[in-house]
């Protein structure tokens, strides 16, 4: 069978079980435009900015727990994908990126539109490629995705020059992807598993911290179970929400700059830490050297890097961590349940103390709406089961405090990067891959700016998503840090111009909604949530309102400022 | 904390690019890479990185780890504590003033060294062996006054233990 290149291009892109794409036209992709018009079964999302493509494939890929795929035009089709690729990099997060390029006779000509993108993401790509002959482009492709979901997963670029799109060849199947220099190791050392099993049983605090990994690995079912078996409380980074349920009794909160106080004073004290699918991030650890002092630390993760990066761990373990978390749980089963909960009742007395003493809070008076009473309310009305993105900020930090996640994959944010204008975008993947949930992004005023061209998508495509804006007229996380720590010398941090957002959804053909009292904050959210289409809720918020708890930068994350 | 020295010999597909994530990676970690050498192999599409890095204990498994993380890396061999044959081919460009010339002659004989270029005022030296002895007959020519150096990386290869290579 004769097939162009932009045909294989699509044939190989249904293959791999994916049926939408995000995407913008531009001459160097204008034939695989083409091809896409003439054959079904793969739905293409128009966006209206590349980075939107990509922050939307990423909602797709989590949402859905498979490959995100954008389509780009070359030039400035391709260095609008960076940032994009740039967050799913840092937040493992797998993708498939395609950007045209200039016909392969041009590269390195300086032609119209010509950059050299393969060398632009070499550093925030998991690997990429130029796809030189038609002949490659089926087996660079079914790499391409391979590599992007396996092992430690991540975004991978394909750039496709013009003629290798429009050239027909003899299309051939390509072979099982096998690579001498990529072999991802799944299988955890035996020994060191007994070893944790040992560490558990003799553990009088321990503490479960749960990472982005253990999403990504679908083991949330065994650290689940982990914890309720040995009695270990859990925590997780940013990443990580939802890994284990937000309501349950072990729950700890999250840990680091924003953590919650239990969560932060329990890997203070921990004797124990399992660490499973985390890198230990800045923003977890606080100062490196106050980090968890009395633990022995036990780190499972897939990718060996990640392992005595920033932290010395006592018993590394490289794998796959739900496979690990197996072993663990069998090896267990094969001993007395007391034996691993006999030194429990004193540790998690503490934990209960200290969940009393200094629980999140803040106080919601008559006038003024408190953003962490929209999340509540939000929480509450959607009985904690809607997906939920968030913008980058303050309203990120609130969202990931005060929505309780019962379920893995119902909370997408650009954790590693923290990407302003993630959320909208994302929150249009995400219910492209899931139309019977709820997806809500959880905004700030100005990052809803950064990618509010993406509503158009969404009332296009009816792809119907609900934007809940907390308003308060500042870019309020940086205000934050310089009420703490600049004097309040509020530098280029107020954002009282902005448009009326009411009218903006309107504009774009969206219901908006405006809420500016307590006591309307619930009617307000219940009339948005049960409205159809896509729908823009502003809260107009406390304008000075702070996240706490807070480590101040190199401090440790028990010296938190609080309330 | 003290910084040691490394010597790392990698395998990584003969591909374009591939020098360019290398580097990359150094750069983009804050690495440092103190001399680099690449080459084709006996293998087809295979070729041989020989690296000398000078870092902390800690790092270089951070480096040995990232390296090979990279998708094009094959293979990463680090042989400081091993028993390995290294070799750096430089040539040096030295005054060879009449008064001089005996001893320099003599420093090439004893270092078992080629002059490879003789001009009306200078010689020119090509010297094959480890850094050491790069390093000891710098030291003894200096005084006769170099004028330039043009020298390679390392290149290395482990030697055959137990009949294994
Ligand atoms: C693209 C981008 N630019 C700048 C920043 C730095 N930054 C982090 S939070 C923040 C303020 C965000 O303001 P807003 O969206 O109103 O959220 P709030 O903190 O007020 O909830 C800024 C500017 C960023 N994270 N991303
Ligand atoms: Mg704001």
Known sequence: MKLTGAQILIKMIKAEGIDTIFGYPGGAVIDIYDAIEKQVGLKHILVRHEQGAVHAADGYARANQSVGVALVTSGPGATNTVTGIASAHSDSIPLVVFTGQVPTGLIGNDAFQEVDIVGITRPCTKHNYLVKSVDKLAATIKEAFHLARSGRPGPVLVDLPKDIVQTQVEFEEPSKVSLKSYKPNYTPNKKQLTKVVDLIRQAKRPVIFAGGGVILAQASGEITRLAKMAQIPVTASLMGLGAFPGSDPLWLGMLGMHGTYRANMSIGHCDLMLAVGVRFDDRVTGNIEKFAPDARIVQIDIDPTSIHKNIEVQCPIVGDCKAALKEILRLMDDQSPEAFINNRPEWLNQIAEWKSTMPLKYDQGKDIIKPQFVIEKLYELTKGEAIITTEVGQNQMWAAQYYHFDKPNHFITSGGLGVMGFGLPAAIGAKAACPDKLVVDVAGDGSIQMNIQELMTAIESKIDVKIVILNNRYLGMVRQWQELFYEKVYSSTNMENAPDFVKLAQAYGAKGLKCTRPDAVEATLAEGLNTDGTVVMEFVVDREESVYPMVPAGASITEMLLV | ?165
Request: net charge positive; charged share 25%; hydrophobic share 40%.
């Open chain 2, 1 to 165: 904390m003290k910084t040691n020295r490394y010597l790392l010999s990698i395998l990584v597909d003969d591909e374009p690019g591939v020098l360019s994530r290398i580097a990359g990676l150094f750069s983009g970690r804050g690495f440092n890479i103190d001399s680099l050498s690449v080459a084709t192999t006996a293998e087809p599409d295979v070729s041989r990185i020989t690296m000398v890095t000078k870092c902390e204990p800690h790092i270089i498994e951070q480096i040995k780890k990232q390296l090979h993380k990279l998708i094009n890396v094959i293979t990463v061999n680090d042989l400081t504590d091993k028993k390995y044959v290294q070799r750096q081919l430089a040539l040096i460009k030295v005054n060879a003033q009449p008064e001089k010339k005996a001893d320099i002659l003599r420093i090439v004989d004893i270092f078992r060294c080629k002059i490879v270029d003789v001009g009306l005022s200078h010689y020119t030296i090509e010297v094959s062996g480890d850094s050491d002895k790069h390093e000891a007959i710098v030291s003894l020519l200096k005084p006769m006054g170099i004028i330039e150096i043009a020298s390679t990386g390392s290149i290395a290869l482990a030697r055959e233990q137990n009949g294994k290579a």
